[in-house]
Each structure stands twice: as structure tokens, then as C-alpha cells.
């Protein structure tokens, strides 16, 4: 007989707890316990948690008897030792818990806890028969009520099995799991026509056709499902019907026949696409050089940074990569900004790479998240394309990590907590997997073009744009210098108005990029001076004249206009500056038959929006696009030639250490845009101070004076990437609350970083949405010991001040590597 040990498990539970827990593991459940398992645990009170096996210990704990967990919930690991060893990392790197990490890592249908809502999956036929008694039990129960907290399934069942019963029924897809305080988001779903595969041989087709007898209008449906699919690829229901006139009965009618299929899919979902690489283009001389110097590289350093100039063709080069390592069997994560993950480039790669490809990001439900999760761990899926938190996927054979537009700040998390950077984040857990990693970027970081400089990086530098498309011409416009008879700043100089007028008249496109949204920034009292500011933060309102509204870009609280002044009761106020509204309109009188769209934040709110209106674009069906960052990221436009920057001065003067480089980024990135294809592209920036250094940069398109520049002002602040620095936020809707307790922590960290703290202050918005900020910013050398010490100091001095009863209610959040 075999004796039973004394066993304990170290478990992460998905909560901010300052460390792990530990319980036994009672003797019928320790064959089944290993690492990265999940187990039902009891925490606290009576509160339940599926959470996952970290180590398994043979020792008890010395100051307390742990409490036994309820279940063994898995027979495989769900997460592997890499991924554990990687929330680790990040925990301890960014300061937050590993259950915090935990939380951001896996889907919510991993993760269970007493605060989980089950939800009825409508999707599901209604056919119960594969379910046991208990599991019958729930999804009657769901059916009816359409979501189930899990206390309610508790009671309906017997407590000890409630975690098995729903792991099985999330497997059967009757329902799937939300989080409480999670936006409810279901994925858009569309029913997809499709022909049965019967007639997909032709003969029987033209047969079927040729024999029509009665039902002409079902013939015309089908005759423009023949015609649609040849032209769109994917039919849609409503697409259809709206091409063929004809009812849904007449579809069903048709369905029912078994000539088409109908099938509800999530539109983003790619189920059916052919395990095959198709790659239909041959790299350009340099692009190849590239290729091959990357390879090389490759063979010695884990990271190389590919500094590319705007279509110079760096996804090409990606492709070509990406093959190699499909072919020797391993997996590829290419990670992008969430924002540039369009459907422009999702429709490029799968081209490529058909049904080895699947996308992933926050806005997919809880079951296709799962979904790609699983195809990830088992190898199925061979490449991912996804946003910062694909990185969580558990990678089987991971060769490659892309990043692309490595510089973009997105790529760091702000909230919640792990704030971390995706990245960063990539290249530590390559090391752990042995995988490479490719930075890409037309601007890249300081950051990593100094880790290059320092060898830490290999770089390979693509200079030519492919089909020796020349790089675009940049003009700068002194806005000062232009005659106008309107007050203040003028929106649309002269000289940019006769360049549209040109491209215009060459039928080419043009981009207005205009870094604020809404109609006018802040309106002004004629009278007194007094500006309107949201209740809640310490910000301006913007007017939106569409919603005639007066909104806060902070917490995005809406105020109805506002005529009489509250400080002096005058009526008139003036609009101040412009939004990409204001510039929509006034594009629009000067040109009234020009097609012209927005793309912001307001225009497009969903995702389907965004790609809707870049195909649009695409397809040359709007002329001139007014935008914000929205239209800088990543796209590819073939017949934009020109594109006007409005206003500079608003990119220039932000008070950041890195405004420089930011500034240059975007003013570059947005130029890129411009003369993709042919014919040399113009780039026009309208700006008051046209002898600022960063924009004789900008038009040499000179990013490694940028560089060199830049790196002289970093190391003379000692801002990175010559030092390390952390920031500490404190929040609390009294404002003296919030100062003190910052300077108890200035307090604390004075005897061993004195030299290295800065503050508290107030940050330039120092109140949003009601809570009043303080902030300390520690600049600490890059010596490892320093910094880790620095980081236990600061966990400690905030336990003491939350400990302290005054300041219970201060929330502290400190910030490794703010961006
Ligand atoms: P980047 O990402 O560097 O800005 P892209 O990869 O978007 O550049 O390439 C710019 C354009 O040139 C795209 O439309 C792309 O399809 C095209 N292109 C680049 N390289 C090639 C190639 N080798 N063959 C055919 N087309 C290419
Ligand atoms: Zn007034
Ligand atoms: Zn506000």
C-alpha cells in the first residue's frame, strides 16, 4: 500500500493578494495535483476560486496548518511552467501579484470564482441528451434564467460538485463564464451563406441550374450567391438578401432544399480556412538582404530590431520569416498595437498563412478565447496575431516573437494592474522559451535603438521604401507668416488648401491628421476669461457639436452646452482651437464635393467600424480623411499622396521627457502614410514655431539625428534609457489624504534613495474623476540589487501607510517603466 505524504501546493488565485497561498493537498487528490493544474480552492471566508498550482511542496508551512482544497479540476496542466515562470517575472518586475498577472493571462472561463456569472450560450441547439443529471440540472435552470451566479448553482447542487459540473458544461458549450464588473461584450455574430458542399462540383451545379423548374426568385438567389461569393469571398445573410431582393423564407426555403447552408459565426472567427502558406511575392534585393542579415543575427543574439522606413515592405519580410519557422514546426506570435490591429492586416497575413493563423484580442468572447487557447497549446494554431495580451497564450513551440511597431506606448499596460509592457514582457519569456525576437519599426524607440547601439541588439536598417517609391517630401507651413482674417490660429493655411485642391484634381487621396477630437477644445467667456471644467477632473471640456454636448476626454462625462458664464453671467463665449470635427467641417465647406470622413474615436466606436471605414478609404470611395491617431497606425494606403498635418504645435508641447521622440514618431509615422505606391508623396505641417529642432528632423526624415539628440538630453536628466525609473501614484478624493500619504513614502525611501526620489507633485492633471493625484518619481540607476531594493522599500512603505486607518482608503499604484 502506498503511504500518503504530508503534500502542500503553492496556488496563484486571480486576486491582488501581496503573496501565494498555501494548502494541502488531502491523500485521493495527490495523484491528480501537479504544477499548472487548476484546484477549487476556499479563501477567506467561504469565497471559492479555481486557481492554479504553482509548486507543490513536501514541507509544511512553519507558522500556520493549511486548509485542504476541494478538487484536482484539471487532468492536464492548463498553463505550462514558461508561462508560470513568466507571470512570476512580470509580478515581480511591475510590482503587482501574480494573481493580478493571472487575471490579465487567462480567459474567463478559466478562471472560476464565487464571484463568476455562468451565462446561457444561445447559440447552443436545445438538445440536452449528452448531459449528465447534475449538468441538466444547471442548464435547465440557465435556460430559463439566462445567467446563473454561482452561489445559485451551489444551491441547486451539492456544493462539493459544482466545479466539475461547470467545467463540463462550459466543455459542452451550454454556457460560458462572465466576470462580474467586466463590460458585458458578446461578439458580433453574422449567419454566413454558404453552397453545400454537394454542389461544389461543378457539373452538378450547372445540372442543378439548368433543371430549375418553378421558384424563379430562389434561382436568383442562388445565381447571386454564385455571383457575391465570386466577388466578396464570404456571403453574409443580409448581404444577400439585400442583392437578390429576396425574403429570409425565400432563403430558408433554399436552405431547406440543402442547396445553401447557413451558419451564425462571430465575424472575426476564421474557422474554415486551409491549413496551407501561400506566399505569392518574392522579396525586393534589399528587402532579401534584410531577411537574410536578420536570420543571421539570429544565430547569435535573441532580439534584432529591424529599423525599416515607412513602406519599405517590413511585413513582407515578416512573412518570409514566419515561414521559415512554420516549416520547422514552431509557433509564431506577431503582436501589434491593439488599435493598428485591423482588418487590413489580418486580411494580408491570412492570405498567406489561411487556417495556421488565428487572432486575438479583448474584444473576442469568452469561448472563442478559449478556443484559440487551446488550438495554441496543442500546436494546432501555428501563428498568432494578437494585441499585448496574446503574449499569455500558451505557446507549445514558440520560435518567434514579432513586435511590430515596437515603439508604440500601447504596447504598456495602464489599468489594471500588471502594468506591463508586452514587449518588454516578449523578450524575457524568448529568453525562457529559446525563441527570437523581432522588433519592427519606422521609428524606433530610444530604448531599443540604444540596446542596439549597445550591442545588446542586433539591427538591420531597411532605408529604401519597396519599388523605389521615394520617400515623401515634407514641407513645414509657419502658421504666423500666413495672412488670415479669422482671430486667433487658422485651421486650413493657404498653401494646404491648394494642395488638396491639386490632389484632388489628380483623384488622389489625402489624410488630415489633427491630434484632438471633437469640435473645438474649450470654449472661453468672452467677458471674464472663465473656461469650462468637468465636475469630476481638473481638465477643460471639449465641445462636440455633433452631440452638441460638452464632453471630458478624461472620464468622458457629458455637460450640456453651457451660454451664460458661471462666473460673470455674460452670454458670449468663443470656441478655442479646433478638433478633427471642426476640421471635417470646414474641409467640407471648402470643398463641398469632396467626399471626406472622420476616423476618431467618436466616429468609430466599434471595432467593424473602424475597419469599415478603411475599406471604404481603400477602396477610394471617400477623398480626404480627417483623423487622430487612428489613421496613423500601420495602414496602407495605395493612392494617398498627400497628407496635412493641422497643427504641430499641439504634438510639440506636452511636457514629458519623451515629447521629443513622441512627437517624432507620430509626425514620421503619419508621413509614411503618404506615396506608398506612386509618385512621390507631399507632406505639408502646419506649425508655429517652424524652427523646432524635432521638425528638421521630421522633414530630412533623419530618425538617427533624432537619436543622437535625444540620447544627449536623456543622459543629461538622467531619464532612461540611462536610469530606471518608477512611478507611484496616490489616489484619494480628499487631495490632503492623497499629499500625505505620498510624503509618508518620500518619507520612507528618503534614508536609502534621497538622491533618486523627485516629488510628490501634482501631475498637470492632478483630479480625474473625483480623485485627486500625487506623485513621486524615483529615477534609479540600473544596477539590479538597487532596484529591487527600491521596489521591496516601496511595498513595504505602502503597507504601512495602508495600514494606518487614515489612509485606508488611499489607492497606491506604482508604475515600473512608465510610458
Ligand atoms: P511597412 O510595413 O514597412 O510600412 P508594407 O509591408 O506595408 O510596409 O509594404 C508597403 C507596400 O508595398 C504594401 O502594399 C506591400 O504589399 C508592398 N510590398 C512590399 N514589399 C513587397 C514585395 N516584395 N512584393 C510585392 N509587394 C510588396
Ligand atoms: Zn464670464
Ligand atoms: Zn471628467
Not at 435556460?143 to 459540473?165: F, M, T
Not at 469571398?233 to 448581404?239: D, I, L, N, W
Not at 542596439?452 to 519599388?467: H, I, W
Amino acid at each position: 500500500m502506498i503511504k500518503f505524504q504530508d503534500l502542500f501546493v503553492e496556488v496563484i488565485i486571480p486576486l491582488a493578494l501581496p503573496k501565494n497561498y498555501t494548502w494541502a493537498v488531502p491523500a485521493h487528490l495527490q495523484q491528480a495535483v501537479q504544477p499548472g493544474v487548476r484546484v477549487e480552492v476556499i479563501f477567506g471566508k467561504n469565497k471559492r476560486y479555481a486557481g492554479i498550482v504553482k509548486k507543490i511542496l513536501d514541507t509544511k508551512p512553519d507558522a500556520f496548518t493549511p486548509k485542504d482544497i476541494s478538487n484536482v479540476l484539471d487532468a492536464e496542466p492548463v498553463v505550462h511552467q514558461q508561462q508560470l515562470a513568466l507571470w512570476e517575472w512580470i509580478a515581480q518586475y511591475y510590482m503587482c501579484s501574480e494573481g493580478e498577472v493571472m487575471q490579465a493571462a487567462i480567459p474567463a472561463n478559466l478562471k472560476l470564482s464565487s464571484e463568476s456569472i455562468l451565462i446561457w450560450n444561445e447559440e447552443r441547439s436545445y438538445d440536452f441528451s449528452d448531459l449528465s443529471d447534475s449538468e441538466f440540472l444547471v442548464a435547465e435552470a440557465l435556460e430559463i434564467k439566462k445567467e446563473l451566479r454561482l452561489n445559485e448553482v451551489q444551491q441547486l447542487l451539492d456544493i462539493s460538485n459544482v466545479y466539475p459540473v461547470i467545467k463540463k458544461l462550459i466543455e459542452k458549450r451550454v454556457c460560458y463564464v462572465w466576470e462580474e464588473l467586466k463590460e458585458k461584450y458578446r461578439a458580433r455574430t453574422e449567419t454566413f451563406i454558404t453552397l453545400s458542399p454537394e454542389y461544389h462540383n461543378e457539373d452538378k451545379l450547372a445540372d442543378l441550374l439548368n433543371n430549375w423548374s418553378k421558384a424563379p426568385k430562389q434561382m436568383e438567389l442562388l445565381l447571386s450567391y454564385l455571383h457575391l461569393s465570386k466577388t466578396e469571398g464570404e456571403v453574409t445573410q443580409p448581404q444577400l438578401l439585400k442583392k437578390s431582393n429576396a425574403s429570409a423564407a425565400q432563403l430558408k426555403a433554399l436552405c431547406d432544399k440543402g442547396i445553401l447552408q447557413a451558419e451564425k459565426r462571430a465575424t472575426d472567427r476564421i474557422a474554415t480556412l486551409p491549413k496551407d502558406i501561400q506566399i505569392d511575392f518574392i522579396l525586393s534585393e534589399a528587402q532579401d538582404k534584410a531577411l537574410r542579415m536578420i536570420q543571421n543575427i539570429f544565430t547569435e543574439k535573441e532580439v534584432c530590431l529591424l529599423h525599416g522606413v515607412t513602406a519599405s515592405g517590413k511585413t513582407e519580410i515578416y512573412t518570409k520569416l514566419i515561414e521559415t519557422y512554420i516549416r520547422e514546426g514552431k509557433q509564431v506570435l506577431y503582436m501589434l498595437p491593439e488599435i493598428a490591429l485591423t482588418s487590413q492586416i489580418i486580411r494580408r497575413l491570412q492570405k498567406h498563412f489561411g487556417g495556421y493563423i488565428a487572432i486575438y484580442h479583448s474584444k473576442f468572447n469568452p469561448n472563442e478565447r478559449v478556443e484559440i487557447w487551446n488550438k495554441v497549446k496543442s500546436g494546432e494554431t501555428k501563428v498568432v496575431l494578437g494585441a499585448r495580451s496574446s503574449l499569455f497564450l500558451p505557446f507549445r513551440d514558440l520560435g518567434l516573437v514579432i513586435a511590430d511597431e515596437e515603439h508604440d506606448a500601447s504596447y504598456k499596460q495602464q489599468d489594471p494592474a500588471p502594468r506591463y509592457h508586452a514587449r518588454d514582457a516578449a523578450i524575457y519569456y524568448a529568453t525562457l522559451s529559446h525563441a527570437h525576437v523581432l522588433l519592427g519599426s519606422a521609428t524606433p524607440s530610444v530604448e531599443s535603438y540604444y540596446n542596439c547601439q549597445q550591442n545588446k541588439y542586433g539591427l538591420v536598417t531597411l532605408e529604401e521604401r519597396f519599388g523605389q517609391v521615394e520617400l515623401p517630401q515634407i514641407s513645414i507651413i509657419d502658421i504666423k507668416k500666413t495672412p488670415t482674417k479669422e482671430k486667433g490660429r487658422i485651421a486650413l493655411t493657404p498653401p494646404l488648401l491648394a494642395a488638396i485642391e491639386t490632389s484632388l484634381q489628380q483623384q488622389k487621396q489625402v489624410i488630415l491628421f489633427q491630434n484632438r477630437r471633437g469640435y473645438s477644445p474649450y470654449l472661453i467667456c468672452n467677458t471674464c476669461g472663465w473656461i469650462p471644467h468637468c465636475r469630476n477632473c481638473d481638465v477643460t471640456l471639449t465641445y462636440h457639436k455633433t452631440k452638441n454636448t460638452l464632453t471630458c476626454h478624461y472620464c468622458g462625462t457629458s455637460y450640456p452646452v453651457i451660454h451664460t458664464c458661471a462666473a460673470c453671467g455674460s452670454h458670449g463665449f468663443t470656441q478655442k482651437n479646433f478638433g478633427t470635427e471642426k476640421i471635417e467641417e470646414l474641409v467640407t465647406e471648402a470643398f463641398p464635393n469632396a467626399r471626406i470622413a472622420r476616423m476618431d474615436y467618436d466616429s468609430v466606436k466599434g471595432k467593424n467600424d473602424h475597419d469599415a471605414l478603411i475599406k471604404l478609404f481603400e477602396q477610394q470611395r471617400i477623398d480626404i480623411l480627417v483623423g487622430t491617431q487612428m489613421v496613423v497606425k500601420g495602414l496602407d494606403f495605395e493612392h494617398v499622396n498627400l497628407v496635412g498635418v493641422i497643427d504641430a504645435d499641439g504634438i510639440l508641447n506636452f511636457t514629458d521627457f519623451r515629447v521629443n521622440e513622441r512627437a517624432f514618431q507620430l509626425m514620421e509615422q503619419v508621413s509614411g502614410r503618404a506615396g506608398r505606391k506612386d509618385g512621390k508623396g507631399t507632406v505639408l505641417i502646419q506649425v508655429s514655431n517652424p524652427v523646432h529642432p524635432v521638425l528638421q528632423f521630421v522633414k530630412d526624415h533623419a530618425f538617427e539625428r533624432l537619436f543622437n539628440y535625444e540620447i544627449a538630453n536623456r543622459k543629461q536628466f538622467a531619464y532612461p534609457p540611462f536610469t530606471r525609473l518608477i512611478q507611484v501614484t496616490f489616489k484619494h478624493r480628499e487631495k490632503h489624504l492623497a499629499e500625505e500619504a505620498a510624503h509618508i513614502m518620500m518619507q520612507g525611501l528618503k534614508k536609502d534613495f534621497g538622491a533618486e526620489c523627485n516629488g510628490p507633485a501634482q501631475p498637470v492633471v492632478d483630479r480625474v474623476r473625483n480623485q485627486y493625484l500625487w506623485e513621486i518619481l524615483i529615477k534609479l540607476p540600473k544596477h539590479a540589487q538597487r532596484i529591487q531594493l527600491c521596489k521591496k522599500e516601496i511595498q513595504q512603505q505602502a503597507l504601512i501607510i495602508q495600514n494606518n486607518k487614515r489612509y485606508r482608503g488611499v489607492t497606491i499604484l506604482p508604475d515600473v517603466d512608465p510610458v
